[in-house]
């Protein structure tokens, strides 16, 4: 194996072998795809973020020459986001930061205890890890709307323990409802880039600092925690990320005004007719929010592609 | 000299689940055990049973209660297929098979998941293999633009496709085609990432081998490069249908009426409104459907990967 550098550099040299639009063909499809559908529609956004509206019809008219361009939209929204739906966005903020909080304490002491100490069971821990990837995430809300319903079966757990004199409504509106929703919905997708990482940590590592002194706490605190900080990183980028833009787990676990999330205002936008300039605006405001996590992840995911 | 002996346990490799050493004097109390180095880790066992407890239980429910014979969607009534197939003496119209609007959302959703999968893996394929060989600049912009699809927020790609076929492309109606468009378009970049990665650990040594002996680029391609991706392949195959069947986000915004409204969302539409056991039976049947691509995904890749060890773990590192 370790020849073969070599003689591919030479191959290369001569480049016979490939014509030269042979790898280029390969990905032409996709990045054509990507181009006019991906790309294109963007940029109508952006068109119609900086566009104007039909005076009778109240229908975007975007502005396809950035020459053209007015930012009345823009500034209107940006009042609107610096005033009125500031509530919104703290609130979209504490929610967010909570349940990443949650999902990485669960998710981490999961994905540790299987990658760890799963032993023989390593494979049935791992089938059911992966199970809920499987189940669609409308029917994992599906289910808690039904076991919180006032006659659910939460509720009558409750009072049989005596716990609440009477029926608790936890879909209209409750803080921990939403929150509880969004950690449920997406610690999956933090489990298991979590196992794969502290899967892969050496043994030895931890050998070593227990045989240096240091009890199983400190051995975690001063070896795994530090080693594994990179997945951590890259997987609260991967529940943060879907959670800014999320309104269903909302919608569906309380629909009231009281825990509206910033993706509750995206979907409001669209489902009232002749928005779409606002709409195209939070997308805007979203994607660049976004920007730094999102770019941060990229090169996460590019990086450990290379390294494999 | 047994006090030296439990105050000082002795250095020895505990093995990965090796079962704890004969209880000592200081482990009976409760504080002993706390501190007992050796202890088995009963607590982080316990959160994560209790996880998967919590995170598999309720979808249990949901199923059961798609076989239940009371209207309500909270509680168990007794077993019964009304819900899937109807029942003579009940009202059947709102049973999953037998509803028109359940039906027709039945086989929307499987048309779109089947043709999204048949598109969305052989371009992604292709464009893997595409800009794991081809050098330069080019292909880094190209896998940036792949890799910005995967990280967005899905709403965002809902609402720009929306926008896009409403207000530029205009002679593609909302409905299938621009449900499929949109679908494929969010898709893709799962089989990219999943057959880059196996690519990179390939190599290139086994095309410069079939090369050297005598194959065309095409045969070394079609001969050697894609048997070994087919686990990869047929990975991505399973994991594009299990997230088309259940999306909602982009296609709730283009099914542009009723009638193209796959199941997922009908039963976003109806969990905000009146429940019935017929909407756990569509879940259930979403979760059903999954299952069977997944099982024949299983079943390919060991008859694949025959002789192979480990590939339990192997199919799970392709998730990770």
Redesign the interface.
């Known amino acids: 194996?370790r020849v073969?550098p070599r003689?591919?550099s030479r191959?290369q040299a001569e480049g016979t072998?490939?014509?030269r639009w042979?790898?280029?063909?390969?990905?032409?499809?996709?990045?054509l795809?990507?181009?006019v559908?991906?790309?294109?529609?963007?940029y109508?956004?952006v068109s119609?973020a900086f566009g104007t509206v039909d005076p009778v019809f109240q229908s975007?008219l975007?502005i396809y020459e950035p020459w053209w361009w007015t930012n009345r939209y823009l500034l209107e929204e940006w009042h609107f986001a610096t005033g009125e739906f500031r509530a919104v966005e703290l609130r979209t903020l504490v929610y967010v930061v909570l349940a990443t909080a949650i999902c990485l304490v669960?998710a981490y002491?999961?994905a540790?205890?299987?990658a760890?100490?799963?032993?023989?069971r390593?494979?049935l821990?791992?089938?059911?890890?992966?199970?809920?990837?499987?189940?669609?995430?409308?029917?994992?809300?599906?289910?808690?709307?039904?076991?919180l319903?006032p006659?659910?079966?939460v509720n009558d757990v409750l009072s049989f323990l005596h716990i609440t004199p009477h029926p608790i409504n936890w879909l209209a509106g409750v803080p921990f409802t939403v929150v509880m929703g969004l950690v449920?919905g997406y610690?999956?997708y933090m489990i298991?880039?979590l196992?794969?990482?502290l899967d892969r940590i050496d043994?030895r590592h931890l050998?070593a600092g227990?045989?240096l002194g240091a009890?199983?706490f400190w051995t975690f605190v001063r070896v795994t925690l530090p080693l594994s900080k990179p997945a951590i990183l890259a997987s609260l980028?991967i529940v943060t990320?879907?959670m800014?833009?999320?309104?269903?787990t909302n919608?569906?676990l309380s629909?009231s005004p009281k825990t509206t999330m910033f993706?509750n205002l995206?979907?409001n936008a669209?489902e009232a007719t002749g928005q779409?300039p606002e709409?195209?605006v939070l997308?805007l405001f979203?994607?660049v929010f976004?920007m730094i996590p999102?770019l941060y992840?990229?090169r996460e995911?590019?990086k450990?592609?290379?390294n494999? | 000299m047994s006090e030296t002996v439990s105050e000082r346990p002795p250095v020895e490799r505990r093995k990965e689940g090796a079962a704890p050493r004969a209880p000592s004097a200081s482990t009976r109390t409760p504080l002993g055990w706390w501190r007992n180095p050796w202890r088995k880790p009963y607590i982080l066992g316990a959160v994560t049973w209790m996880y998967l407890a919590w995170s598999l239980l309720p979808v249990l429910i949901a199923i059961a209660i798609s076989f239940s014979a009371g209207r309500s969607n909270a509680a168990w009534q007794g077993f019964s297929t009304q819900w899937w197939w109807g029942h003579p003496k009940s009202d059947p119209t709102g049973a999953l098979f037998v509803s028109p609007e359940l039906h027709a959302a039945l086989i929307q959703s499987l048309r779109l998941s089947f043709l999204t999968m048949f598109i969305a893996v052989p371009i992604g394929v292709a464009f893997a293999i595409g800009i794991s060989r081809w050098r330069g600049p080019a292909p880094a912009g190209a896998n940036f633009l792949m890799l910005f699809s995967f990280v967005i927020p899905e709403i965002i790609i809902g609402i720009s496709m929306f926008l896009f076929f409403t207000y530029l492309l205009k002679f593609v109606h909302l409905g299938t085609g621009a449900q499929l468009l949109s679908l494929v378009t969010y898709q893709v970049s799962y089989p990219v990432i999943i057959v880059r990665a196996r690519m990179l650990s390939i190599g290139r040594e086994y095309e410069e081998a079939a090369t050297d002996l005598g194959a065309s680029p095409t045969q070394a391609v079609r001969r050697v490069l894609l048997p070994l991706l087919y686990p990869a392949i047929l990975v991505s195959f399973v994991l594009v249908f299990a997230d088309t069947i259940d999306d909602f986000i982009t296609v709730r915004y283009l099914s542009g009426g009723s009638s193209t409204e796959p199941l997922s969302v009908k039963i976003y539409n109806y969990s905000r409104g009146t429940l019935t056991p017929a909407i756990n039976a569509a879940a259930t049947f979403l979760l059903f459907s999954t299952l069977v691509i997944a099982v024949i995904g299983v079943f390919l890749y060991r008859r694949i990967t025959r002789g192979q060890r480990g590939q339990t773990q192997e199919m799970a590192g392709h998730l990770t």
Request: hydrophobic fraction near 50%.
């Open positions: 194996m073969l003689r591919r191959e072998w490939y014509p042979y790898w280029p063909g390969f990905a032409l499809p996709g990045t795809w990507m181009l559908l991906f790309v294109l529609p963007f109508v956004v119609i975007p975007p669960i002491a999961v540790y205890y299987v760890r100490f799963g032993g023989k390593k494979g821990f791992l089938a059911l890890l992966i199970a809920p990837f499987f189940i669609s995430y409308l029917m994992r809300m599906l289910s808690w709307v039904e076991l319903q006659n659910g079966y449920y610690i999956p298991l880039p196992y794969g990482f043994q050998e227990r045989d009890n199983p980028v990320l879907p800014f833009g999320d309104y269903y919608n569906l629909g993706g995206l979907d669209m779409g709409a195209a997308v979203l994607v976004l999102m992840y990229m995911t590019a450990a592609q290379r494999q």
